[in-house]
Nanobody
């Protein structure tokens, strides 16, 4: 499985922006769909966004409402999550995930993703 390393988390004010990065280590992202999940204290992991291995199709959690954008740079072997108009309820640990096969287009489930990064903390204060 591909190893994942996230970066870019931090503490910001409501309305600010953050860009998270997920770099592949050990092998390339080629052939992998890559996504982001988040987990707030006491909550279950929640789907944020995913992008297909080709980079042509993206999926977003219902709460995103146009505020986040996922993208990938094959040359840099990196996937990005640009987060704008952040809200306090976006506070969570954000995990990068990767899957080499997703059955039935089930991108929003944790099940297909066998590779998980260590997570990066995002804190949004009001």
């Amino acid at each position: 499985q591909v190893q994942l390393v996230e970066s870019g988390g931090g503490s910001v004010q409501a309305g600010d922006s953050l860009s998270l990065s997920c770099a592949a280590s050990g092998r390339t992202f080629s052939g992998y769909s890559v996504g982001w999940f988040r987990q707030a204290p006491g909550e279950e992991r929640e789907f944020v966004a995913a992008i297909t291995w080709s980079g042509t199709i993206t999926y977003y959690g219902d709460f995103v409402k146009g505020r986040f954008t996922i993208s990938r740079d094959g040359a840099k072997n990196t996937v990005y999550l640009q987060m704008n108009s952040l809200k306090p309820e976006d506070t969570a640990i954000y995990f990068c995930v990767a899957a080499n096969y997703i059955d039935g287009g089930n991108y929003k489930s944790t099940i297909p993703y066998k590779s998980w990064g260590q997570g990066t903390q995002v804190t949004v204060s009001s």
